[in-house]
């Protein structure tokens, strides 16, 4: 992973120093709740429900033990000992007091980490592919990529008051697991019949009120432009992006009212008088980046566990752990594990500093002293021995962390909601538990097979329900919470939007109705068909007579 | 006389700004004065000769406007209504590389210290501080950083060019 070096260190340092200055110019009157609100925000603390949030970033999903171990500390000493991994590879505090803030900030800057920019009307944390590095499918190793886009936008002068927020996903494989399509930008790296990379860009998509796909507006942008590019759009956005009406203030609806052909046009304009130019990242930079990301010093193996072959053969749970939690490495002998954050009775995302620890021992044991945060709110080891898995399976269970449910009905991707998030409409991780609770049989789970279940509690979208196999919205009708199901939503590279199925249904109904649609599938379902591809098959239909016949 | 910030220190400011001023009648005579790009585009014979004018920018203006009058102007004004409107960033770094702009480049309106430093890059060198503001106080906003990481106006090469090629790497994995 990127290791610090003096100038990085020196940014994050006078961070602290101005952000600290500012919380005591706040709390001595000097700053008014107006002044100090974007300030804050843009070092990730909200006032929320109950206490302020703060939310800090983990670039591009990539945290080292040292830093996990200094979360799991942070979790203990100004928090109630646990935090909460979100949907774009952050973690979230609960109840710290504002005047502990930045103590807290400069604690994170023991371990090279930061909460800039992580919240406010800026160029947020970049997302990407939390098996980087190591996925089969990999064309181009995103993550130096991501690094020089951390470096660019943190802290870029010209973009700090954007009309609304902006988010960044960048991927370097053929298959999708960043969700580029639902974002400002996402940037996909790819090689041209030469060898040469290049970025596939993609502008204008997000969830939130108005769930737009993105626009592709460049199909090859050649890789040393990247900043340049992203310089252009940033600027034709921040130029002439809504800021009469927060909700039409991001950049999706600047790309619908200009048309995208209109917006591309402008951004190429500007583009042409950037490319080239200081901006352009030579390749003796990408090189250093790059540098930074070498594969950690693994074995030379010459063929695949036995030992490991036996252990599935032997033991079912484990051999059913390992169909959904372990995915295959690019290197003979490996693995790539998810550490699942989704066991019943536990909000998901959620993680003790007691675990934390001990994820952190178990990742140095096992994993090179390096784990990754994905976007569904779970956390990978990336470079785990075959021969080790059925041990580290063992010592994960301990720590209740290998629930075998990684892809399934029961990983649900789920906001904070009413219960904390002070924008929320209604509740959503005890809707969550009472769906996990509903589908407790693991061979039932695992027969109905990939499905993904995402859910929200308002409609600014944080638990993607838009793009959820079945996506939830909690919504307020006259002051109690209901809940608004949609079906045939995806993420990937053919992202698609849920579409709603009807009227919305009280909190209590909705694990019926999650059993109803799931009753549907398995009815209609053809051999080796996944629950979407049913839905996309047989249309909404089927689906609703079933639900709206008994529920209503 | 209000006081501004200019070139990193308390200044007295000569100029006088009409940004209501919508024909040469509005426009003060025998004072540096800043007018409206509209009353500008209108009338910008008779003030160029008239010389000691600056013009003053609200956020939507297009700076290109001024392509053909940076190497003359001596002061343009850029307004923020709201320090929340981040468009004026993008017209200064414009006015700078793109239009070569280098007179005075002020921020006007809702200016505060800890916009200071980023304006500063962006090409800004004069600052019309909030009236209920301390200029003295706010020039430390100047010193927030010692520099980042992004290209701008004062600062054209981004860090990856400053950086020093010899500088050591040192990676995860020893």
């Not at chain 2, 980023?118 to 010193?143: K, N, S, T, V």
Request: aromatic share 8%; with cysteine.
């Amino acid at each position: 992973m990127y290791r610090y070096e003096d100038f990085d260190r020196s940014i994050v340092a006078q961070r602290v120093v101005q952000f600290r200055d500012q919380t005591r110019r706040f709390l001595a009157g000097e700053l008014t709740e107006d002044e100090f609100r974007p300030l804050r925000l843009q070092n990730g603390l909200y006032i929320q429900k109950h206490a302020p949030m703060l939310r800090v970033a983990i670039p591009y999903g990539v945290l080292s033990t040292l830093q996990l171990r200094k979360l799991a500390h942070i979790a203990r000493t100004y928090d109630r000992g646990y935090g909460h991994f979100t949907t774009r590879q952050n973690i979230q505090f609960n109840w710290p007091r504002l005047e502990d803030v930045p103590e807290i900030l400069a604690e994170l800057a023991e371990v090279d980490m930061h909460a800039i920019q992580t919240s406010g009307n800026c160029v947020r944390n970049t997302t990407s592919d939390p098996f980087a590095g190591v996925a089969a499918d990999e064309v181009v190793d995103p993550r130096p990529w991501c690094e020089l886009v951390r470096q660019w936008s943190t802290l870029h002068p010209e973009f700090a008051f954007l009309p609304r927020k902006f988010k960044i996903a960048i991927t370097g494989a053929t298959g999708d697991r960043t969700a580029i399509l639902v974002h400002d930008i996402g940037a996909q790296a790819v090689r041209d019949a030469a060898g040469n990379v290049g970025f596939r860009v993609a502008v204008g998509g997000g969830q939130g009120r108005t769930p737009i796909i993105g626009h592709v507006i460049r199909e090859f942008l050649p890789a040393a432009e990247i900043l340049n590019y992203f310089d252009a759009i940033l600027r034709v956005y921040n130029r002439h992006g809504r800021r009469d009406n927060k909700y039409k203030a991001r950049i999706k609806i600047l790309v619908k009212e200009m048309t995208p052909a209109a917006f591309t046009h402008r951004v190429e304009q500007e583009w042409a008088r950037l490319c080239g130019g200081p901006g352009t990242v030579p390749p003796e930079e990408i090189e250093r980046l790059a540098s930074h990301f070498t594969d950690p010093p693994r074995q030379d193996l010459p063929r695949a566990s036995l030992a490991y072959r036996a252990a599935l053969a032997d033991s079912r749970p484990f051999s059913q752990w390992a169909s959904r939690n372990v995915r295959p490495h690019k290197r003979t002998g490996y693995a790539i594990v998810t550490l699942s954050l989704k066991k019943t009775g536990v909000p998901p995302g959620d993680v003790t500093a007691a675990q934390m620890d001990a994820i952190a021992d178990l990742a140095d044991r096992h994993s090179f002293g390096e784990l990754r945060v994905t976007h569904e709110q779970n956390l990978v080891f990336t470079d785990v021995l075959q021969s080790e898995l059925y041990t580290l399976w063992t010592r994960l269970k301990a720590q209740e962390l290998a629930t075998p449910n990684i892809g399934l009905l029961t990983d649900i991707i789920c906001c904070p909601g009413g219960d904390f998030c002070s924008l929320a409409n209604a509740k959503s991780i005890p809707i969550a538990d009472a769906i996990q609770r509903r589908f407790d049989d693991l061979d039932f789970l695992h027969d109905i097979g990939e499905i993904e279940i995402n859910m929200s509690g308002c409609m600014n979208a944080c638990g993607h329900h838009h793009v959820g196999h079945i996506g939830i919205l909690g919504v307020d009708k006259n002051g109690s919470e209901w809940y608004q199901v949609s079906l045939g939503g995806s993420q990937g590279l053919q992202a698609s939007l849920g579409k709603v199925i009807g009227p919305s249904f009280a909190a209590a109904e909705v694990p019926d109705v999650i059993a109803q649609l799931i009753d549907v599938y398995i009815d209609l379902r053809h051999p080796d068909e996944v629950f979407v591809d049913t839905v996309r098959r047989a249309g909404l239909d089927p689906f609703k007579e079933r639900v709206y016949a008994t529920a209503h | 006389m209000p006081r501004l910030i200019k070139d990193g220190a308390v200044a007295v400011d000569r100029w006088t700004l009409a940004p209501d001023a919508y024909s040469l009648t509005d426009v003060p005579e025998c004072v540096p004065v800043a007018v409206p790009l509209a009353l500008w585009l209108a009338e910008r014979g008779v003030l160029r000769a008239r010389g000691n004018v600056g013009v003053i920018l609200a956020p939507d203006d297009d700076p290109s406007a001024l392509a053909e009058d940076t190497a003359t102007l001596p002061l343009i004004a850029i307004d923020f209504p709201q320090f929340t409107d981040g468009r004026g960033y993008s017209t200064a770094r414009l006015l700078r590389e793109r239009y070569r702009f280098e007179g005075e480049l002020r921020a006007i309106g809702d200016v505060l210290r800890d916009q200071l430093y980023l304006m500063a890059e962006c090409g800004f060198d004069a600052f019309a501080l909030r009236e209920d503001r301390d200029p003295e106080d706010a020039l430390r906003g100047l010193r927030d950083f010692s520099g980042l990481y992004a290209a701008t106006a004062r600062t054209p090469q981004p860090w990856f060019r400053r950086r020093k090629a010899s500088s050591p790497i040192e990676t995860f994995y020893p």
